[in-house]
């Protein structure tokens, strides 16, 4: 992999992402930064604080949209905190930001390396779907693209039936999708099978690498959060596995299926629905328009392994 | 349990369900029919066909809703055949139906036997949300009500998220789900957990009882359009389960959730959500408007071993 555009709405899970990606080694070439979990100046700040306290200070970070395409903006600080980092007093760092217009920097730097980068976003699609309806040649020059976004035959997380990422921006999810390319979409149907166990928390917590620092300290209030939902004091890892399976594909596999969001003002609205029903079967060519790759099976153990490893946990 | 109103669209299934209902002795007070599978006048032939074939022929029929409330006429001749009962050369019965409006039948019932019936519905709800406009006092005449309707958390088969019932009158289903009554929705997520074996269709293929023997003539369309589905030339049984668990509720256990019927005119218009997600106690009362019970877990063998005997397989 020679290159890697992480759109992102820094928030904390897209903080272990970062983290994941410094002891990896996964060669950043830009960071693009898009409204979400937090509204996009704080999200853009924050993943310049990121990426300076794993050693990352040379990755540069472009501003992008600061609201969805057609509707009105919507954030989760009661997920990520009032600060987007888990109000754990992680002191912001004052590089600035390299530039705005995220999604033209997208549109350059593809065309600047044709074939060669992957594009992996783990926010609301808006930066990818003005990216798109700029150059819609994009897909022909990007490697491959991975995206965390919705709960394909699983439960929702900012709806009863919506994903954050896909419900804070459906229409820019749709575009993405009738884009003719090989989209993977690692959804909640893939993220809600990676809890922490208490044993690799207590590695996290005892580790003196300072990634694994930093984590501990954003995770505390996802913990918190999380603990409703799991029964326990853990959490899932979101945005780092749509990351790690951007390195490493094979730690998973796929099904290809239609797909759509749906865009209608009813409570469904941000919904990420997948054809699962199989009267017919699944289409082969994921490069269709309306066709998305979703993960089928998953090899967790590997991907807990990959993820400790690289935060120094 | 004192008497029963089955408002089905007559239909492979429900002719299995009202084969059930004889060879279990539930007492049929009426019939009501809606469209649904097939329109309503054929769909109400089909029920007094079933209803005399398997000797229940002191059932009287009424003739239901020929639409849903707000949207065209949909049916389903490619599940249930051109004639409803797959195509097996059925004789109809030449016994007339005792009369129309089924709606105002279910009220007029109700009312007759205040807290004494069941409401089984096992077709669309355009009957039983016209019955609660007419009659907004109907949930506290009536003793429970059971619905076959809906895929909480699992595949739909109409749609990608819709199944049939609710998919064909997504209005009627949210007026009922409004009422303040304890209703239980036995969806695709029990249903589809009840596929016959081989060797429980070979019973009924061998069996000599009439019962049986109207069954197996009527399967034959159904095991050919479930064999994609299930992977083998199966099917599963939605009509009989939602009114064996009327009869019989303690063969399944019960989730209380909050509930809506998508009606915006997206691609998921039809989904019966139900908030799943654990974010907050489930609500405690399943009387309270917009709270519906699922079912939980299921006994699918004692289930298999109810109906099979009571249709003599």
């Known amino acids: 992999m020679s290159g890697v555009i992480l759109d992102c709405d820094t928030g904390i899970d897209d903080a272990l992402a970062i983290a994941y990606a410094a002891g990896a ?26 990426l300076d306290a794993v050693g990352l200070d040379g990755v540069p970070v472009y501003r992008g949209a600061s609201r969805p395409m057609a509707q009105e903006l919507m954030t989760a600080e009661h997920v990520h905190g009032q600060d987007g980092l888990g109000d754990a007093g ?22 600047a390396h044709p074939g060669e980068l992957s594009i992996v976003a783990v926010g609301p ?19 491959q ?58 590695r996290i917590e005892r580790s003196e690498d300072p990634r694994a620092q930093l984590c501990w300290r954003v995770l505390q209030h ?10 326990e004091r853990s959490c899932v890892l979101h ?20 797909a759509f969001v749906e865009l209608g003002r009813g409570g469904t609205r941000g919904m990420l629905v997948g054809d699962l029903r199989g009267f017919r079967p699944d289409p082969e060519d994921p490069r269709a ?9 998953l090899d967790t153990v590997a991907f807990h392994d990959r993820f400790l490893a690289a935060i120094g946990a």
Chains 1, 2 share one sequence.
């Open 90 to 111: 992680i002191e912001p760092s004052a590089r600035a930001v390299a530039g705005d217009l995220a999604a033209v920097r997208i549109v350059e730097l593809a065309r």
């Open 222 to 231: 996802y913990l918190d959060v999380y603990e409703n939902v799991l029964g």
């Open 145 to 202: 693209v991975v995206i965390m976004g919705g709960a394909v035959g699983a439960v929702g997380n900012a709806s009863e039936t919506g994903e954050a990422n896909i419900w804070h921006d459906p229409e820019a999810a749709q575009v993405v999708i009738d884009a003719p390319w090989d989209v993977v979409f690692v959804g909640l149907e893939a993220t809600m099978r990676t809890p922490l166990t208490q044993e690799q928390l207590a």
């Open 289 to 297: 328009p309306g066709v998305i790759r979703i993960v089928d099976t």
């Open 239 to 258: 945005d780092p596995l749509a990351l790690v399976l951007a390195v490493e594909p094979g730690l998973a596999t796929y099904r290809t299926v239609r």
């Open 125 to 143: 699609l808006t930066n990818i779907a003005l990216a798109l309806l700029l150059e819609p040649r994009l897909p022909e020059l990007v490697d």
């Open 25 to 50: 080694g996964v060669p950043l070439t830009a960071c693009t930064v898009v409204h979400g979990n937090v509204p996009v100046d704080l999200g853009s700040r924050n993943t310049v604080t990121v």
